[in-house]
T-cell receptor, first 114, second 111 residues
Framework: EPEVTQTPSHQVTQMGQEVILRCVPISNHLYFYWYRQILGQKVEFLVSFYNNEISEKSEIFDDQFSVERPDGSNFTLKIRSTKLEDSAMYFC????????????FGPGTRLLVL | ELKVEQNPLFLSMQEGKNYTIYCNYSTTSDRLYWYRQDPGKSLESLFVLLSNGAVKQEGRLMASLDTKARLSTLHITAAVHDLSATYFCAVTSFGNEKLTFGTGTRLTIIP
């Protein structure tokens, strides 16, 4: 069964460093998302991406964040200068073209900023 | 702003018992989802509910939607240990792609 994959599974970084989280969505999906979940809290929307551009972003997704689809398979989230409060699990999700499609989530990248 | 609330937040129940998790949302929504999350793992899609009165069942789980009351329920029948997990409801509002998640219900099934 097709699935969303994410790398790395864990990332430890120093405050102020740049990180890139990578996702490979399900191959025929057209809509892509990033969410994050701070430990013990609910899942929060960051950004949605369609047709090579951001379709919606949350207040969390400030100038330090960017997304890119550099080729036909990868979808990346970059945090330019990490802060302690960026420590969280980051989930990538994708869905197909139909209006009734479910978003399928990847396994997540656990980011720890020291 | 769309708000989604679940209760209870924590639920311990014995094997074999029935229970219901509630999900309330604040504004009209076009789709409601239920996801399961095991500790340290990703979110697994369980159900998507589209219309008033929709009911879906998979094994010991049954989800329903009342759009007039802005309420969805996830009913667990004759609970077994394997159902221990955190359950999230999430909604999308019309013309809006993002999922807004509830607070989650951590379910523990005790033998």
């Amino acid at each position: 069964e097709p699935e969303v994959t994410q790398t790395p599974s864990h990332q430890v970084t120093q405050m102020g460093q740049e990180v890139i989280l990578r996702c490979v969505p399900i191959s025929n999906h057209l809509y892509f998302y990033w969410y994050r979940q701070i430990l013990g809290q609910k899942v929060e929307f960051l950004v949605s991406f369609y047709n090579n551009e951001i379709s919606e972003k949350s207040e969390i997704f400030d100038d330090q964040f960017s997304v890119e689809r550099p080729d036909g398979s990868n979808f990346t989230l970059k945090i330019r200068s990490t802060k302690l409060e960026d420590s969280a699990m980051y989930f990538c999700a994708s869905r197909g073209a139909g209006g009734l499609e479910t978003q399928y989530f990847g396994p997540g990248t656990r980011l720890l900023v020291l | 702003e769309l708000k989604v609330e679940q209760n209870p937040l924590f639920l311990s129940m014995q094997e074999g018992k029935n229970y219901t998790i509630y999900c309330n949302y604040s504004t009209t929504s076009d789709r409601l989802y239920w996801y399961r999350q095991d500790p340290g793992k990703s979110l697994e899609s369980l159900f998507v509910l589209l219309s008033n009165g929709a009911v879906k069942q998979e094994g010991r789980l049954m989800a329903s939607l009342d759009t007039k009351a802005r309420l969805s329920t996830l009913h667990i029948t004759a609970a077994v240990h394997d159902l221990s997990a955190t359950y999230f409801c999430a909604v999308t509002s019309f013309g809006n792609e993002k999922l807004t998640f509830g607070t989650g219900t951590r379910l523990t099934i005790i033998p």
